[in-house]
């Protein structure tokens, strides 16, 4: 068997087991029925340029079906699609005609056109322009020339001559077209505003609903107050656990309190609406808090990132164990906090990996909250309206949180099932795929719930330990200074005078 | 075992360590207050005082023997009930002469010259030589470079006549060259609460104190009884003091009678002393560890114990605590159990400090401003060194034992006065 042979059957073997492996598992989940976008590229464009263009665009559409368009002869489309998004990497309108002539859905459909999207090479700019607001930059634009049946929508500057970069065409069909040739930021933002606009009678709200707060301390009255609502009104939520809590100084496990264990886990059960989402407390041991709740019968679907940040290594080992995190990357670097801020949601269809943006707060005790909330819905960020992650304080009171699903009830959105999609938890003893459990190790599983055990047990010793002997310290310190003072004072008539040294 | 459970064993072990000297510290003080309240209420009145033989060996002293036999002839004693026996161990130097010089001046000086076939074989080896000259009821011991106080002697001896279960009475001793650099003023620092914490500390509350190697009376039966000197062991006071309470005997701390003594003027010097000091407590505890629970004097387990801690244990603690701390700089071994401990660490350091202070005031004119400067010093410098100190000690007795090694006295230097 020559070389060429091994390396044919090493490829089909691979292909064969990774179609049969979960991750594809995973894939094939994620790709459910649903809205389509067809996503175009020339064979220029890169592969990571593909990637990051498909996984954007997920954020309008369930499915994103990628196509090589170089060689049309060859090109088969898709049975059903919703819009398309062609990536260019060189100017060529004769092949956005042909596209639309060849496939009559995509002649029917939205197009929007990225990319080198205009005869002249790309420019050096400095400003942007999009709906009235000017940002300035550094970057490189492809201009676009207009013709009578174009809209510009986006405008960008070296301060000497203007160019259109962003631009709407309407002859029977839309077609967007927007000159963008480097990833920067700003230029990022207008594209995915634009991309809402475009896509926008085809995209859908979602909303993943969180019940947060919830510790060892927490009421299960208090809990069932408001997810018996959530089930009673068919909503999908996820339920915001704290493993293990700082109660000033003592730390408690969660499922110290059994009670709310019961509870958690007929919420959280196959016929319950409710999934367990673990709230990250940094410098905590993530695979002894997974080991507590997995040996108490919790099984989380995600993970949401601790107000406050982690270290570098305690956001690696969160990357390695969960596929779904919620909430912005914030990690305590040695050099300072690096923060990313995620206004839409992001998914990777291979690693079945997804971040969801930063849980909007809603507490009763914070007016604040609920002026927020209701800004994110009403205000002019069209791309973030499509994924809004609301987190409820489990404390909040019966009539603010009717408040609360009346205003979310006026979003017509749909409620997102953590469980629904594609994900993973993995640990050293456990993996959990699309909610399929594997124990793989469980004497390391009840290991590490009994050092958990052991520790609490430790920490408490700990306190009495240090506590005492400062307390018992304190009152013999007070004491020596009071017997210091009483034998200064009575110095002159003390007995041990030594007769005196330079005599001798 | 994680850095938790190491952490808490660490803070146990030393912790135990420094609760007792906290309670032996406020023993010190009751007891100085006993005394204070019985005031000079010794009776050092008495028309007949027993005979005394007061032994000091003697290697090598001419620097500093001439004034020691002159303090001793000075002592406030009967002559006719007083020998003073000078034991030239071998010496190389002018120290033999000096003695003769003496014991062919006044009688109450008996000159005692070790021959190479018996002499040169440390202290403990002297001192059993030197007894065999001795004709006293009662034996007293001083080092060659001791100046007890006129009336130290008669304290001793009425504090062995007063009670019957009395084997041996220590008395104090002060630091005659404390003010010659920062060395010697740790060391008078460390002499002064080592006796209040320790010796008036453990005799208040369970009536033990330990042989310090001078200033000490003992009774020549019970010294016979027991078999005199350990010549083996390098702190054959401590290893003694053990003896006289298996013999059923209390050895009582009377710091009214006082010598002061010369301390070590060089670090090079101290730490050969301190070394050998270590080495002869270790020496002590394996020596007893083993018969631990056959011990007829309960009180004697727990005094081996406390040297049990303060050599193995307290050492262990702050090793631990030491490997942990470098550990936590590498992220290894994370300690996440709460506590107050930064608090804690607080109140070791300022425990210390009172503790110490508490002890300088028992003395009149030891409570000065430069005094807490110097102990708030100690902690950071002199202090730490005692971990070097008890881990080359270590170090010598594991060399030793592997190569076979006899133990050898080294004999402390002297210093011009």
């Known amino acids: ?504 | 075992m994680n850095g938790n459970v190491i952490f808490l064993i660490a803070m146990g072990a030393i912790w135990i360590m420094l609760l007792y000297h906290m309670v032996l510290s406020l023993g010190g003080y009751l007891y100085s207050e006993k005394l204070e309240r019985a005031k000079l209420n010794v009776r050092l009145q008495r028309h007949t005082w027993p005979k005394v033989s007061i032994l000091i060996p003697a290697h090598n002293e001419e620097r500093v023997i001439d004034k020691t036999i002159q303090a001793m002839l000075m002592l406030d004693y009967p002559e006719d009930s007083l020998e003073i026996i000078v034991i030239n161990d071998l010496s190389s130097d002018k120290t033999g002469s000096m003695i003769d010089a003496y014991a062919s001046k006044y009688p109450q000086v008996i000159a005692v010259h070790t021959t190479k076939s018996l002499g040169g074989r440390g202290k403990s080896a002297a001192l059993n030589y030197g007894m065999t000259y001795a004709s006293g009821e009662y034996i007293a011991v001083y080092d060659a470079d001791n100046r007890p106080e006129r009336l130290a002697l008669k304290y001793l001896v009425s504090g062995i006549l007063t009670q019957g279960n009395i084997g041996a009475v220590v008395g104090k001793f002060r630091v005659i060259n404390a003010s010659k650099n920062l060395l010697t003023r740790f060391i008078n620092i460390e002499t002064i609460s080592y006796q209040w914490m320790a010796q008036a500390g453990r005799w208040h509350w369970f009536k033990i104190s330990t042989i310090p190697g001078t200033n000490f009376l003992i009774r020549r039966s019970l010294l016979q009884h027991i078999g005199g000197w350990d010549e083996q062991a390098l702190a054959e006071d401590t290893e003694l003091s053990i003896r006289i309470y298996e013999a059923g005997y209390e050895i009582h701390f009377l710091p009214l009678a006082i010598t002061w003594e010369q301390e070590p003027e060089t670090w090079k010097v101290w730490l050969k002393q301190r070394t050998r000091w270590a080495r002869g407590n270790q020496y002590v505890i394996v020596k007893y560890m083993r018969f631990l629970m056959k011990l007829k004097r309960k009180r004697m387990f727990l005094d081996i114990l406390y040297f049990f801690f303060t050599y193995f244990l307290f050492l262990g603690g702050v090793i631990l605590s030491h490997v942990l701390f470098i550990c936590g700089l590498f992220g290894v071994l994370p300690v996440t159990i709460p506590g107050p401990f930064i608090l804690i660490w607080v109140l070791a350091y300022v425990l210390y400090v009172i503790e110490i202070m508490i002890t300088l005031a028992i003395e009149k004119t030891e409570l000065t401003v430069k005094n807490f400067m110097i102990v708030l010093l100690m902690y950071l410098s002199y202090s730490q060194l005692w971990l070097f100190l008890v881990v080359r000690a270590l170090g010598l007795q594991l060399k030793d034992a592997v190569t076979k090694k006899e133990v050898k006295w080294e004999k402390t230097q002297r210093f011009g006065q």
């Open chain 1, 1 to 504: 068997m020559s070389i060429n042979r091994y390396t044919l059957l090493f490829l089909a073997i691979f292909c064969l087991v990774a179609y049969c492996s979960p991750i594809m598992g995973s894939v094939k989940a994620e790709t459910g029925d649903g809205d389509t976008i067809l996503l175009l590229y020339q064979q220029e464009v890169s592969s990571s340029e593909v990637s990051r263009w498909s996984v954007r665009l997920k954020h309008y559409a369930a499915k994103v079906v990628e196509r090589e368009i170089t060689n049309l002869s060859r090109y088969k489309a898709p049975d059903s699609y919703v819009a398309v998004v062609m990536l260019m990497d060189t100017y060529d309108p004769s092949l956005i005609s042909e596209v639309r002539e060849r496939d009559a859905k995509a002649s029917a459909s939205p197009m929007i056109v990225i990319g080198q999207v205009g005869p002249s090479k790309p420019l050096p700019v400095t400003d942007l322009e999009y709906e009235d607001q000017v940002s300035y930059t550094d970057t490189r634009i492809s201009p676009i020339v207009l013709d009578d049946s174009m809209t510009a929508l986006a405008w960008a500057s070296n301060k000497d001559v203007d160019y259109v970069f962003a631009s709407r065409s309407s002859h029977g069909r839309s077609l967007w077209m927007i000159g963008m040739t480097e990833h920067n930021r700003q230029v990022e933002v207008i594209t995915m505003s634009i991309l809402s606009e475009a896509l926008s009678s085809i995209g859908y709200k979602e909303a993943l609903l969180l019940v947060d707060g919830i510790h060892a301390r927490t009421s299960v009255e208090q809990l069932a107050s408001l997810v018996d609502r959530l089930e009673a009104h068919n909503v999908n939520y996820g339920i915001v656990v704290a493993p293990l809590t700082d109660f000033e100084g003592e730390s408690e496990w969660l499922t110290h309190n059994e009670d709310l264990i019961k509870a958690l886990s007929r919420y959280t059960s196959d016929t319950s609406l409710g999934r367990i989402v673990v709230k990250g407390t940094p410098g905590a041991n993530l695979d002894q808090e997974l080991a507590v709740l997995s040996s108490a019968g919790l099984y989380p679907t995600a993970y949401m990132m601790p107000s406050h940040g982690l270290s570098a290594k305690e956001h690696a080992a969160v990357e390695a164990s969960f596929s779904t995190l919620i909430g912005d990357i914030s990690i305590q670097a040695e050099t300072g906090a690096e923060q990313l801020r995620l206004f839409y949601r992001l998914g990777v269809g291979m690693g079945a990996y997804s971040r969801l943006p930063a849980a909007l707060m809603f507490d009763d005790t914070n007016p604040q909250h609920e002026l927020n909330l209701r800004e994110a819905f009403t205000s002019v960020r069209p791309f973030t309206e499509a994924f809004h992650t609301i987190a409820v304080k489990v404390e909040v009171s019966s009539k603010a949180f009717e408040r609360l699903l009346v205003l979310l009830g006026k979003q017509g959105l749909d409620y997102h099932d953590l469980a629904q999609s594609a994900y993973h938890v993995r640990t050293p003893f456990m993996s959990i795929m699309n909610g399929h459990v594997e124990v793989t190790d469980a004497a390391l599983q009840s290991a590490l719930a009994e050092e958990a055990r052991e520790a609490r047990g430790l920490d408490r010793f700990s306190l009495l330990l240090s506590w005492g002997i400062a307390g018992i310290v304190i009152l013999f310190l007070l004491m020596f200074v009071l017997f210091i003072f009483y034998m200064r004072r009575q110095r002159k008539v003390r007995l041990f005078e030594e007769e005196d040294v330079d005599e001798r």
